[in-house]
């Protein structure tokens, strides 16, 4: 909570939340007008913040030790931070969010601020959890792990699919039936192995409903990475990508890391013909 | 309200639109500054550095200290800018207010008489092919819009949250440049 409000008073004159009219005004919208802090729509209306997590993040600054050998003590053994700069998250327009109207509370902590109602990302933050992803993503393909890429976004469905194509792993972008994973025998008429990892682009279904996936890998304890926009609900997501999921030049870059994390981590896997 | 043009080609991000003409005064007075005493920000080096390195620095020392002036900023330089820097120098926020502005977009996708028209905000625009110099609205043509909203979502009677048409709202005012023209100046 006390890093939004320095990050606002940083930019104070930009970042201002400007009373915004609804076409119905609830009750809910006028509480913090005065902090100068986008208002979280939805029943909490307030602020909320997601459980602080254990883990370090993929730390850019740290030298890299030669004699660590061992992928899992590595910081950052497939060089995830030399993937992407702050520049190409900004041109992709990762920062850019939804409006105020239709922010969930628990992204509000992503948020840098508002700018006249748009929300804007704290791509610092962001750069942080994307490393972690990506670094998850390519451990998972160095151990011979099953990629499922999702997105239900229709102008990004082709291209996904075939960046999964091209990475040799698998997608579905297309209607969730609700018993993929939980009752999977069933509907596959046999013993299947379900994803190792999820990759959402899209944690939306339409723009009212969560995608199906998310409930039903955190069920089956199938971790995920999913890029969360403003209006998401990030905390079934295992490791949330606070940033844009509407623009095709950010999706078209998540598609180009994430392709690139699996292809260093298949590199690996066959250099060092690992179990 | 007046509708203004924002400067540098407008809204379509990408700094290569925005290297030009005003970047360039910025980009000469930072090299001199950075040539003469040093700027810590970047972590040059200090004034006693650079003094006893003047003392004792030959001609071809000096030259190449001065060979890189007349080439652009590299990437280099762009790249170790902070997301506040980028974001504050940013058309996005320069614009302001979004309504009224006159921003320059390119058609990616047609269908029929619809023109998706994307201007380098977080969503597109789709507007109707007008009656006049139909021909030349086609894939690839650069073309002026005045914006209304960057994204057409509000709340409804009824509901808790905003609903999002995952859409701008612009209206278009005239082609910049169309490949059909150019393709038209070719044949003849």
């Known amino acids: 909570m006390s890093l939004y409000r320095s990050a606002v008073r940083l930019l104070p004159a930009c970042l201002r939340v400007t009373s915004r009219r609804a076409l119905v005004t609830s009750s809910a919208r006028t509480k913090d007008h005065d902090l100068h802090l986008p208002t979280p729509a939805g029943p909490l209306g307030t602020w909320a913040t997601l459980k602080p997590r254990p883990e370090k993040y993929v730390d850019t600054e740290a030298d890299i030790d030669p004699s660590v050998t061992d992928p899992l003590r590595h910081p950052d053994y497939f060089g995830v931070r030399e993937l992407f700069t702050m520049s190409d998250l900004f041109d992709a327009r990762v920062h850019l969010g939804h409006r105020e109207g239709s922010l969930n509370p628990y992204m509000a902590e992503f948020l840098l601020g508002s700018r006249l109602g748009h929300c804007v990302f704290d791509l610092e933050r962001t750069a942080q959890l994307l490393r972690d992803a990506l670094n998850f993503t390519a451990h998972i393909a160095y151990r011979g792990g099953i990629i499922m890429f999702v997105c239900r976004s229709p102008q990004h469905v082709h291209m996904v699919e075939r960046t999964a194509m091209e990475c040799g792993e698998f997608s579905h972008c297309r209607h969730w039936p609700p018993g993929v994973f939980t009752d999977s025998t069933a509907l596959f008429g046999g013993v299947t192995r379900l994803p190792d990892l999820l990759v959402l682009l899209n944690t939306l279904d339409t723009v009212l409903e969560q995608h199906g996936a998310v409930k039903h890998a955190a069920k089956m304890l199938i971790p995920t990475v999913g890029v969360v926009d403003s209006n998401c609900d990030p905390r079934l997501v295992t490791y949330p990508v606070p940033g844009n999921d509407d623009s095709t030049t950010a999706v078209r870059l998540y598609c180009k890391l994430f392709s690139e994390a699996i292809r260093r981590g298949k590199a690996e896997r066959e250099k060092s013909a690992v179990v | ?188």
């Not at chain 2, 509708?3 to 030009?20: E, K, M, P, Q």
């Not at chain 2, 006693?48 to 190449?64: C, N």
């Not at chain 2, 269908?111 to 086609?138: A, N, Q």
Request: glycine residues 10%; proline residues 4%.
């Open chain 2, 1 to 188: 309200m007046s509708g203004c043009i924002v400067a540098g080609a407008a809204f379509r991000l990408a700094g290569r639109t925005g290297r030009s003409g005003r970047r360039a005064l910025c980009w000469t007075a930072s090299r001199q500054s950075e040539v003469s005493g040093g700027d810590t920000q970047t972590g040059r080096p200090t004034a006693d550095e650079t003094t006893a390195t003047t003392a004792t620095s030959t001609f071809a020392e000096s030259f190449k200290k001065f060979e890189g002036l007349n080439q652009p900023k590299g990437d280099e330089t762009r790249r170790s800018e902070s997301f506040m820097t980028l974001l504050r120098n940013s058309p996005f926020i320069k614009m302001g207010d979004p309504t009224g502005k006159v921003v320059e977009g390119e058609v990616f996708h047609v269908v029929g008489d619809d023109l998706y028209i994307d201007f380098g905000g977080k969503f597109h625009c789709v507007c109707p092919r007008p009656p006049r110099r139909s021909e030349e609205y086609v894939l690839g043509a650069r073309v002026r819009l005045r914006l209304h909203q960057l994204e057409l979502s509000s709340l409804f009677l009824g509901a808790k949250r905003d609903l999002s048409l995952l859409e701008a709202d612009a209206t278009l005012l005239g082609i910049i440049s169309s490949p059909y023209r150019s393709k038209a100046k070719q044949t003849t």
